[in-house]
């Protein structure tokens, strides 16, 4: 296998962004990689984009094709293909761009992220959502996405005495780095009474314990190591790629606090980077609801089993703490457009790890490691990302 | 929605009468039915086996759904569990009839027919199982 290096990244402004369209989104991040990594429109070999769900949220399907022609390259007639994993879709697509080039099919593959959501009313959003969840025996029966992590949450708090104020904690830290990242959808900090006072969704997660409805893109080019140098001085290997899937449905899970798929996602991109959860400088997790964040830092190793609500409390995951997590402010405050996340998380460790993540900057960060998780948890890809 | 009635009453054995299967090989039983059991794989092809679930478990975790899409409105707030039924499986289930505030994980449940949801007023109505809290 060939080894592989992101050369450039792009990423929209994240939020409710009632001006732009899924075409708009998509072409800004790409063209933003492309220019980063100083590449030229015949140097790209292939495209892949990852998105949940544009036929429920904006009623387009084929994006694979739609992607390369807004972006205009339908003329060089290069492939283009869509990748689906319900949230993990970001993270799907990075990693079959990343396979692409490591089986040497390509040298030069641009990946990208899309999901625009505010084009459909709220609750036909949260509809949306819950189809990564199992609709026939979840979601039938009064199932919400939220109720889903809210009982995961129910069953930690019960097992570990993980207590509501460490999950608000989550969110408190996430607002504080979205506050220094100028893409973030919210850019100000909370206090814990605020997500402790937020309307209830689904005891024991209220509103501020929930990532919010989004839009955007993200696109990163990636481009075999050996070719990366004419391109950049700032080469950012992938070390690790690892992918796992679970059973959709959380009831029939081996543990309901354990995401699985995480663990063994995880478990195969730390073998094959060689490293250990302890080598790790900071990390992008999967967010989507606090306790997600909770369960990401236990399943990832970062932290043992039942520990993960006492770490955050211990201030173990902010900006200055020995980890770092979601120095962009995570799926909670920096957004939640589902396609782009896990490209967006990428984005996110090539900035840090080049030194150009500004007021967020983690000090002297070699090593990062992304997690996104597709429903609620049967699908999970973790990369790891060094600098070179 | 609008969709085709048959995707509602081709699950009528298991909503209405929690018919499970069993793997024959290993003896483990799973709900919804399979058509392969994932421990046994190849081996259990053909050799899954109907049974009926006796409907008592107990509450592994729950949430008091205080957001719900349309169809659910009406039932807000109403509490959704994971259930551990006897025989092994867990399945995803409303539990009713008592106080949100009762629910407790290790409560033990007893299954109920009821309406699960409905397509505003002029919709389709679809039944199922829910729990309550079992009676002995």
């Given at each position: 296998m060939r080894e592989v290096a992101v050369i450039g990244v792009g990423l929209t402004k994240f939020g409710e962004l009632w001006d732009k369209s899924f075409r708009d989104l998509i072409a800004e991040a790409g063209s933003k990689a492309i220019i980063d990594a100083n590449i030229e429109g015949k140097d790209i070999d292939a495209i892949y984009v990852g998105s949940m769900s544009s036929g429920r949220f904006?009623?387009?399907?084929?994006?694979?094709a739609l992607v390369a022609d807004v972006s205009g390259f339908s003329y060089t007639h290069i492939p283009a293909t869509r990748v689906e994993g319900a949230c993990a879709s970001g993270g799907l697509a990075v990693r079959q761009g990343y396979l692409s080039i490591a089986s040497g099919m390509h040298d030069i593959v641009v990946v990208g992220g899309v999901e625009k959501m505010n084009d459909v009313g709220g609750t036909s959003a949260t509809e949306t959502l819950a189809t990564?969840?199992?609709?026939?025996?979840e979601a039938f029966f009064g199932a919400t996405f939220p109720a889903i992590y809210a009982m995961i949450a129910t069953k930690h708090m019960h097992d570990y005495g993980t207590t509501k104020e460490q999950l608000a904690q989550v969110a408190v830290k996430n607002h504080a780095n979205g506050a220094l990242n100028p893409n973030a959808q919210y850019q100000r900090p909370i206090k814990l009474d605020a997500v402790l006072n937020s309307?209830?969704?689904a005891s024991p997660l209220g509103l501020m314990d929930c990532s919010p409805v989004s839009d955007g893109a993200a696109a990163i080019v990636l481009c075999a190591l050996e070719k990366a140098k004419r391109y950049t001085d700032k080469i950012i290997k992938i070390t690790g790629s690892g992918q796992a899937s679970d059973t959709l449905a959380l009831h029939a899970r081996r543990d309901i606090t354990t995401l699985d798929a995480t663990v063994h996602a995880a478990k195969k991109a730390y073998k094959q980077a060689g490293v250990t959860p302890k080598d790790i400088d900071l990390a992008e997790v999967h967010d989507c609801f606090t306790i997600a964040e909770i369960c990401a830092i236990e399943d990832l190793g970062f932290v043992k089993k039942g520990e993960g609500g006492r770490a955050v409390e211990d201030n173990i995951t902010t900006l200055d703490g020995s980890l770092p997590v979601n120095t962009s402010g995570g799926l909670k405050a920096k957004g939640h457009p589902v396609g782009a996340t896990g490209v967006a998380q990428i984005v996110e460790l090539v900035l840090q790890l080049r030194g150009e993540a500004g007021k967020r900057q983690v000090k002297g960060a070699k090593r990062g490691l992304a997690h996104n998780v597709g429903g609620s948890g049967a699908t999970c890809t973790v990369h790891i990302l060094e600098a070179v | 929605m609008g969709e085709a009635v048959a995707r509602f009453w081709r699950e009528i054995p298991q909503r209405y009468n929690l018919i499970a299967n069993k793997c024959t090989v290993c003896d483990k039983i799973f709900f919804p039915p399979r058509d392969a059991c994932p421990y046994c794989r190849r081996k259990s092809i053909g050799k899954m086996k109907d049974v009926k679930l006796s409907g008592r478990g107990e509450v592994v975790t729950y949430s008091v759904v205080h957001v719900a899409p349309e169809n659910f409105e009406e039932q807000v707030p109403y509490v959704i569990a994971i259930i551990k039924l006897e025989e092994g499986p867990q399945i995803t289930a409303q539990i009713v009839d008592c106080d949100v505030k009762d629910v407790h994980i290790g409560m033990k449940v007893e299954q109920t027919f009821r309406r699960i949801q409905e397509e505003g007023y002029t919709g389709a109505i679809y039944y199922g199982y829910k729990f309550r809290k079992a009676k002995t």
């Open positions: 904006v009623g387009q399907e084929h994006i694979g990564a969840a199992d609709q026939e025996w309307t209830m969704v | -």
